[in-house]
C-alpha cells in the first residue's frame, strides 16, 4: 500500500472510537421522529463531546451514536453561538477520547483529514489540505466567526461538529461549514479557540468575551517587511474588513492594515488575538499596533462584550 493511504489510515484509526452520530429527536403522538443529525468527537474521559452549536439547534431531545452501534441519551452542557460550538456529555465509557493538537502549528497546504456522518453515511472520511488561516467567516446566525480554518476537504450535511485532523491523529479544527454553490471551500473552527470555549462552556455554562468587529485574515510577513520594522513576527492579521460603528471602527482600524501586536504582545495567529479578548477587556481601551502604509501605527480600540 502506497504511504499516503497508510497515512491517513492510520490517523483515522486512532480516532476510530471517539467520533460519535448525533441525533436530534421528538416523540409526537407517540411516534420518534428524528429532526436533525451531525457530527461530535469526545475528547475527555468522562463522556464530553464537541459538536456544533447548529447541529444541536432548537433540539427535543438529543442522543449520541457512538463506534459500537451504542445510543446513549446526551446532556447539551453549553453552547455558543459565536463559535458554532457545543458541549454535550453522555454517559460511554467504552472509548478511546481524541488527542487535541495545536493549531498554531498548522501550515498552508498540510494534510487534512475530516470524520463525519454526512447526508446520514456514518464514519465518512475525506481528505484535502489547508488552503487558508485565520480566515473570518459569517455563521448561519449572522455573526462573524473568527479564527476559521479553510480546506478543501471534502464536507456535506452532516459533517457538522466532526473532527478535522493532521496525519498525526490529532484534532486541529471543528468542521462547521461550507459555502453553497461552491466547491473546495469548507471551514473548521481551530481547536485552540475550541479549547478555550470549552473551558468556559464547562465551568460557567456560557462565553464571556469582547471583540472589536475585524474581519482578520492570516498572513505571512515577508522578510523585508520584518526587518525594515525591526519584527520578530513571522505571521501577522490582515484585516479585510471593519464593520460599520464596531470598536475596530470607531478605534480608527481600516481594512488593509496588518495587526501585529496586542497591548505590546506580539500576534501572529487569530487564536491568539481571540485568547487576548477576554471579558475582563470589555469596556477597558487596548493598545493595537498595525502596520499601515508600511509605517508602524498604535492604535486604542475599547472592545465591546458580544
Request: glycine content about 10%.
Amino acid at each position: 500500500m502506497d504511504s499516503y493511504s497508510q497515512i491517513i489510515i492510520s490517523a483515522v484509526d486512532k480516532l476510530r472510537t471517539s467520533v460519535v452520530k448525533i441525533e436530534q429527536f421528538d416523540v409526537i403522538e407517540g411516534r420518534e421522529t428524528i429532526t436533525g443529525t451531525g457530527t461530535g468527537f469526545l475528547f475527555s474521559s468522562d463522556g464530553y463531546l464537541f459538536t456544533n452549536s447548529h447541529v444541536i439547534k432548537k433540539a427535543k431531545q438529543l442522543r449520541a451514536i457512538i463506534y459500537d452501534g451504542g445510543i446513549h441519551n446526551a446532556t447539551l452542557i453549553g453552547e455558543d453561538q459565536y463559535t458554532d460550538l457545543a458541549i454535550l456529555k453522555i454517559d460511554a465509557t467504552d472509548y478511546i477520547p481524541a488527542v487535541m493538537g495545536d493549531a498554531d502549528d498548522l501550515q498552508i497546504g498540510q494534510l487534512v483529514i475530516a470524520i463525519g456522518n454526512p447526508l446520514g453515511f456514518q464514519h465518512t472520511v475525506t481528505a484535502g489540505v489547508i488552503s487558508a488561516l485565520g480566515r473570518t467567516l459569517s455563521g448561519e446566525s449572522g455573526v462573524s466567526m473568527d479564527s476559521m480554518i479553510q480546506t478543501d476537504a471534502a464536507l456535506n450535511p452532516g459533517n457538522s461538529g466532526g473532527p478535522l485532523i493532521n496525519a498525526d491523529g490529532e484534532v486541529v479544527g471543528v468542521n462547521t461549514a461550507t459555502i453553497r454553490g461552491a466547491q473546495g471551500l469548507c471551514f473548521a473552527i481551530s481547536i485552540n479557540t475550541a479549547k478555550s470555549v470549552a473551558n468556559q462552556l464547562i465551568r460557567y455554562g456560557k462565553v464571556k468575551r469582547a471583540y472589536i468587529g475585524a474581519s482578520l485574515q492570516q498572513i505571512s510577513l515577508v522578510p523585508k517587511l520584518r526587518t525594515i520594522h525591526q519584527l520578530k513576527n513571522q505571521q501577522a492579521l490582515f484585516i479585510t474588513q471593519v464593520a460599520n460603528n464596531s470598536p475596530a471602527d470607531k478605534g480608527g482600524l481600516l481594512s488593509g492594515d496588518i495587526i501585529y501586536a496586542f497591548n505590546d504582545k506580539l500576534i501572529e495567529t487569530s487564536d491568539q488575538l481571540f485568547k487576548m479578548l477576554t471579558g475582563d477587556k470589555v469596556g477597558q481601551f487596548q493598545f493595537i499596533s498595525v502596520l499601515r502604509n508600511n509605517q508602524k501605527k498604535e492604535l486604542r480600540v475599547t472592545p465591546a462584550e458580544r
